[in-house]
């Protein structure tokens, strides 16, 4: 998503310094041209040399290059920009960006830029929250300028609270996706995704194979196109993709609670059940640990078992529901595997399935996907899970705004 795209790092004065060296790094790993620019400042926290090596290009330091450079950094840098990051940026150089002050090589190429703007805050929690701060935050955000972050926890100074730099690895997700189309921009979207958990007992249950990953995926991808994204997880092992609104669950009555409760905040465009939820949950669930007892038969052939709800089928049959895209994780490839998928979709009343072999998913990187329609035929893969949920996200993008023409 990154590769030739010419990017150009601001680094600005902060203990976070150290943070946008893995940035660099990851930019540089996913096929970008980084260029960086140092304040004098930021050059006290980590040498420029280290940046040198990291993009493989000269650090630009000041207005005044000696030698081959340019006499004009701050226009040749715009001029060959796609983007311009300012990671760490400091409560110094959000006032100079929002005031258009321009006393130095950093401050002077955002006053003269060209490309889109992103800017990755790391500051004191009370300079974070200060009346000035915000002020300057909406003047940038109002000016068409982007932020990441900032996190909350400990900070470097001792205080606790908003102001921590966001970890270079999730500024590195969104940035993955900044040059994705926007074709969900100003949308909503509700995601299920990973497996659900039925207790046995206190300290026993049931689940499925399902790592989130594709899932999450969807998440990340919709986030990209330029949608509200509420991402309603059971239990896996993964983070939320960065600025994705995160709602862990843990049964399949608690996800179907979860993703009523999201459709009933405000009216959602978009809907991918791709949770891979139970079928059934115990009838009970003792309050003790259920005890094997030497010659008596297991306790668990007693258990009774009760159907779950089928959160797709409710949420398609909603009149005001969104446009529902489904998800048929089968054993089987071929023909039968899109008998079963074309089944499911007709059953669950959704508008979209999208079919898979799990055998050949579960537990792995990759997927390969089939989409199925009323007038939708479309296949993909076998690619990696995060090029495949653009496919997903991107047909649904396109059948969606099929619907809504006159």
């Not at 311009?84 to 100079?96: D, Q």
Request: charged residues 25%; neutral net charge.
């Amino acid at each position: 998503m990154l590769k030739d795209h010419r990017i150009v790092l601001i680094v600005t004065g902060g203990i976070a310094v150290y943070k946008a060296c893995t940035l660099v790094r990851g930019l540089v790993k996913a096929g970008a041209q980084v260029r960086v620019v140092m304040t004098e400042h930021a050059a006290q926290f980590v040498a420029p040399l280290t940046f040198e090596t990291l993009s493989g290009h000269p650090v630009a330091l000041t207005e005044w290059p000696r030698g081959p450079e340019s006499p004009m950094p701050h226009i040749d840098l715009n001029r060959d920009a796609d983007l311009l990051v300012v990671c760490p940026a400091t409560a110094n150089i959000l006032a100079k960006a929002a005031h258009g002050i321009a006393d130095d090589l950093a401050s002077t190429l955002i006053a003269a830029r060209r490309a889109p703007i992103v800017f990755v805050p790391a500051m004191n929690v009370h300079m974070w929250r200060s009346s000035a701060a915000q002020r300057n935050v909406e003047v940038l955000k109002e000016a068409g300028a982007r932020f990441i972050g900032p996190a909350e926890g400990f900070q470097a100074c001792g205080d606790v609270g908003a102001g921590r730099m966001t970890e270079p690895e999730a500024v590195l997700d969104r940035l993955m996706g900044f040059f994705a189309p926007k074709t969900l921009e100003g949308r909503r979207v509700l995601v299920t995704a990973g497996p659900t958990y039925e207790a046995l007992d206190p300290v026993r249950g049931i689940t499925n194979r399902s790592s989130g990953r594709q899932g999450y995926a969807v998440a990340r991808a919709a986030r990209d196109a330029g949608a509200e994204v509420t991402l309603v997880s059971g239990p896996t092992a993964l983070r939320a993709p960065e600025g994705v609104r995160l709602v862990s669950v843990e049964s399949a009555g608690e996800m179907l609670r979860a993703v009523e409760d999201a459709l009933a905040e405000a009216p959602c465009d978009l809907f991918f059940s791709t949770a891979a939820v139970a079928d059934w949950r115990p009838d009970s669930v003792p309050v003790l640990k259920m005890k094997k007892r030497e010659g008596e038969p297991s306790p668990f052939e007693a258990v009774r078992w009760t159907e779950n709800p089928d959160i797709l089928r409710t949420v398609s049959a909603r009149k005001d529901r969104p446009y529902a895209v489904g998800f048929a994780a089968e054993t089987a490839s071929g023909a039968d595997l899109l008998e079963l998928a074309r089944a499911k979709r007709a059953r669950k009343g959704c508008d979209l399935i999208v079919a898979n072999d799990a055998r050949r998913a579960l537990d792995r990187s990759e997927n390969a996907v089939r989409i199925l329609g009323e007038d939708v035929d479309r296949s993909f893969g076998p690619a990696d899970k995060d090029a495949c949920a653009r496919f997903i996200v991107e047909a649904a993008a396109q059948e969606l705004k099929k619907k809504e023409m006159p």
